[in-house]
């Protein structure tokens, strides 16, 4: 995926603050684009989770865009290390808990509509993703009930 001309744009060291930048660069834009309530609540856990792993696994620098595109808020966080995203599934740690360390990526999978990543040619890793701010609203409404006495 090519990050558009137009996208805003970031640029974090891999420390440890790097999340808390992030979020508020995108709670900033959020408002802008007037996405609130629970898919920003969204977006900045989709953010926050990405941001933290390029800084913690990855190199600096850390580059996190955002844009909108056909109804969806879209995003990127580019990092200039040599390892490569995996989700850890709960049963592979050796006490079968996960509270502090792999959970971040299955959060963001059951938040975003698409998460994937790729090899960047001149090195590191690009993950991106998009979210579809109804899906929050819909997701949280549960399924649709028929009018009784129908």
């Not at 490569?84 to 959060?107: F, K, N, V």
Request: charge should be neutral; include cysteine; proline fraction near 7%.
């Amino acid at each position: 995926m090519t990050v558009p001309l137009d996208a805003r744009r970031l640029t974090l060291s891999a420390e440890p603050r790097a999340a808390a930048e992030a979020r508020e660069f995108t709670g900033k834009i959020l408002t802008e684009w007037g996405v609130t309530g629970d898919a920003a609540d969204d977006l900045l856990l989709i953010v926050s989770e990405l941001v933290t792993n390029a800084a913690v696994h990855g190199a600096a620098p850390i580059h996190l865009w955002l844009w909108t595109a056909n109804g969806c808020v879209r995003g990127a966080v580019d990092d200039h290390g040599d390892g490569m995203p995996r989700l850890i599934p709960q049963e592979a740690t050796p006490t079968g808990d996960i509270s502090e360390h792999g959970r971040g990526l299955a959060l963001v999978i059951s938040l975003a509509r698409t998460l994937t990543w790729r090899r960047l040619p001149e090195g590191g890793v690009r993950v991106w993703f998009s979210y579809q701010p109804h899906d929050a609203a819909r997701a949280r409404a549960g399924p649709a009930r028929r009018p009784s006495g129908t």
